[in-house]
T-cell receptor, first 114, second 110 residues
């Protein structure tokens, strides 16, 4: 199947700093990428849908000024958590759509904000 | 009501047992259905798509009941390696969004 990478795989940062997470589709072009957040023992919650060359569509309750998404190319989308706080600590997972339905997930980024 | 609902479990069954999960969805216009598997601290991985006619892949059988708006996953002859969280995933009428259920935790004991 298609491969999606994320970088970094984990990050620890101080409260107030910004963290950038990269999501890359390695062997296919993805016009649409998705960003999810997962808290312990909970399911994935869609944060935003990222379309190449256009603004991301955010889900209700997700602050677009706090979670900046850039999808500048068909193989790269970035999520920047600005002024991160401890409550932003979570597992962030991206996915890229390869066909009509199939989505391939990145390995996730575990963010811990101290 | 949640768009996709699953029994969170945990299901704790002995190796070799047969176990079944159900998942209900609220949007009757939903078009595509999947089961994903997620291991602890890992990303979800597609286990199988669910077709209207039902489908089987080895020990795994998935079925769709549109009238009652539920999908099911049956695991036969369960293995220790089947221990994971199983996520029910539904794509609605929108082409760009899929909805995850909260997952059902399965633990297989020796």
């Amino acid at each position: 199947g298609a491969v999606v990478s994320q970088h970094p795989s984990w990050v620890i940062c101080k409260s107030g700093t910004s963290v950038k997470i990269e999501c890359r589709s390695l062997d296919f072009q993805a016009t649409t990428m998705f960003w999810y957040r997962q808290f312990p023992k909970q399911s994935l919650m869609l944060m935003a849908t990222s379309n190449e060359g256009s603004k991301a569509t955010y889900e209700q309750g997700v602050e677009k000024d706090k979670f900046l998404i850039n999808h500048a190319s068909l193989t790269l989308s970035t999520l920047t958590v600005t002024s991160a706080h401890p409550e932003d600590s979570s597992f962030y997972i991206c996915s890229a759509r390869a066909g009509v339905d199939e989505q391939f997930f990145g390995p996730g980024t575990r963010l811990t904000v101290l | 009501r949640k768009e996709v609902e699953q029994d969170p479990g945990p299901f704790n069954v002995p190796e070799g047992a047969t176990v079944a999960f159900n998942c209900t969805y609220s949007n009757s216009a939903s078009q595509s259905f999947f089961w994903y598997r997620q291991d602890c601290r890992k990303e979800p991985k597609l286990l199988m798509s669910v077709y209207s006619s039902g489908n089987e892949d080895g020990r795994f059988t998935a079925q769709l009941n549109r009238a009652s708006q539920y999908i099911s996953l049956l695991i036969r002859d369960s293995k220790l390696s089947d221990s994971a969280t199983y996520l029910c995933v539904v794509r609605g009428s929108s082409a760009s969004k899929i909805i995850f259920g909260s997952g059902t935790r399965l633990s297989i004991r020796p």
